[in-house]
């Protein structure tokens, strides 16, 4: 059974921080890159960062870049997304994504509320 849950969404003010975990199971987790997705309400679903499978290389959307880190623990089975300095643009469902190619399709989580408001 495969599994991806994410935490640690929540209610937050502009300009504050926040941490997103996703702990995955039921798979070889250090064989995946992991992705953060996110999608607020009536928009499209976007790319927010990707790490590669060993944690060696890391990519982030235009719209987070310089404001969020991602990170995994493969020991921990968990990849985590730090944000910093927070805007109401930020508001969303965050996903967590498993992706390996040479696999096929990957595997998605649930998804965790991340509100933005004062």
């Known amino acids: 059974q495969v599994q991806l849950a994410e935490s640690g969404g929540g209610l937050v003010q502009p300009g504050g921080s926040l941490r997103l975990s996703c702990a995955a199971s039921?798979?070889?987790?250090?064989?995946?890159?992991m992705n953060w997705y996110r999608q607020p309400p009536g928009k499209e679903r976007e790319l927010v960062a990707r790490?590669?499978?060993?944690?060696?290389?890391?990519k982030y959307g235009d719209s987070v870049k310089g404001r969020v880190t991602i990170s995994r623990d493969n020991g921990k089975n968990t990849v985590y997304l730090q944000m910093n300095s927070l805007k109401p643009e930020d508001t969303a469902v965050y996903y967590c994504?498993?992706?390996?190619?040479?696999?096929?399709?990957?595997?998605w989580g649930q998804g965790t509320q991340v509100t933005v408001s004062s």
């Open positions: 994504y498993a992706d390996y190619p040479l696999s096929g399709p990957g595997y």
């Open positions: 039921g798979f070889t987790f250090s064989r995946y890159a």
């Open positions: 790490i590669s499978s060993v944690g060696d290389v890391r």
